[in-house]
């Protein structure tokens, strides 16, 4: 809209036109634009945007289906629970590596402590 404060058109002169858009399609130049053509604009932005959106669904879909080997969902969700057991069974093993440490750990502990209970018990009794 015209800031009149900078114009030197004054507010009592304007009669709107000057913000009215010409459209080369509502008519000759300078004509305004009218119900009709908006409405014609309207239908047109409708069917580009419907269209538009379509084509972006299209490839979204297409992008979707080039994860699945040969469009086949099933082998898809095989894949992925293959890497899944893979990775559960990868767990367990280093889980089990684990427990076989510290389990040895603990019976080298126990061996330990127990050779050194048996040479003291041994050097006890050898005591005149």
């Not at 945007?49 to 538009?52: A, D, G, I, V, W």
């Not at 979707?64 to 994860?67: A, L």
């Given at each position: 809209m015209t800031?009149?404060?900078h114009s030197r058109q004054h507010e009592a002169e304007w009669d709107g036109y000057t913000e009215r858009r010409s459209v080369a399609s509502a008519g000759s130049p300078g004509d305004p634009v009218t119900r009709e053509y908006l409405d014609n604009a309207l239908r047109e932005n409708r069917h580009s945007?419907?269209?538009?959106v379509g084509n972006k669904f299209s490839e979204l879909e297409e992008l979707?289906?080039?994860?699945f080997p040969d469009g086949n969902t099933t082998k898809?969700?095989?894949v992925h629970e293959g890497f899944m057991r893979r990775a559960e069974d990868r767990a367990a093993f280093w889980k089990n590596v684990w427990e076989k440490i510290a389990t040895g750990m603990i019976y080298a502990a126990v061996v330990a402590v127990g050779t050194a209970v048996w040479q003291y018990v041994k050097s006890e009794a050898h005591k005149p």
């Open positions: 800031d009149f404060r945007t419907r269209e538009f979707i289906r080039d994860g898809h969700r095989e």
